[in-house]
């Protein structure tokens, strides 16, 4: 990514109120972690402030692709419509099957998606920072269910992965997920379809 495309994003990124001095630290994540029993739909029921995650009733479906790497479908809701985008995650080290590099648009580089804990049954709690410029970084905390309305325990666990992380689990902010859609627009590689 060109640091004037960067440098365009900074007003954008900074409103996210993710953004901090200095650089990524590498976060303790899931040991053992066996991408199989991750599959499936997964809703994101708790966020740190994120810009591309702007709407309500977040979900993602994975599933592996034939290509060595899985296949993400991603959804949420926002101005009255759903948004579908197809996307794909891939390895970032074989050694390490907790850490993916996730890509929801071509035209967007690959961002870091960290597995920190998750049972593959209730709960999942995921981390991402990126570099910027080289003396910013943007993290992002979630908590994701396999219910779209999880138990009090499961968000406090969850939250506690993230505090030791460093995650400011202050600025969480809980995701609606019930919604009334009117209609869905669907971004795919081949291309964007309306229904």
Request: with cysteine.
């Amino acid at each position: 990514m060109s640091s004037t495309y960067l440098l365009l994003l900074l007003p954008l990124l900074a409103s996210a109120q993710t953004l901090h001095w200095g650089s990524c630290h590498t976060p303790q994540v899931q040991e053992d972690f066996q991408v199989e029993k991750y599959m499936g739909r997964w809703y994101l029921v708790q966020k740190t402030p994120a810009f591309f995650a702007p709407g309500k009733c977040i979900s993602a479906n994975y599933s592996l692709s034939g290509e060595g790497g899985l296949q993400v479908w991603t959804s949420q809701s926002y101005w009255d419509r759903k948004w579908v985008v197809e996307g794909k995650a891939v390895a970032f080290d074989k050694n390490q099957p907790a850490k993916f590099l996730v890509n929801l648009f071509h035209f967007v580089p690959l961002s870091p998606m960290w597995v920190l804990s998750t049972d593959y049954d209730s709960y999942s709690v995921v981390y991402s920072c990126t570099n910027v410029l080289g003396v910013l970084y943007l993290d992002y905390g979630f908590i994701l269910s396999r219910s779209a309305s999880p138990p009090p325990d499961v968000l406090r666990r969850s939250e506690e992965v993230l505090r030791r992380e460093g995650v400011d689990t202050s600025k969480m902010q809980e995701v609606e997920q019930d919604c009334e859609d009117h209609g869905t627009l669907t971004f795919s590689e081949s291309g964007v379809s309306a229904s």
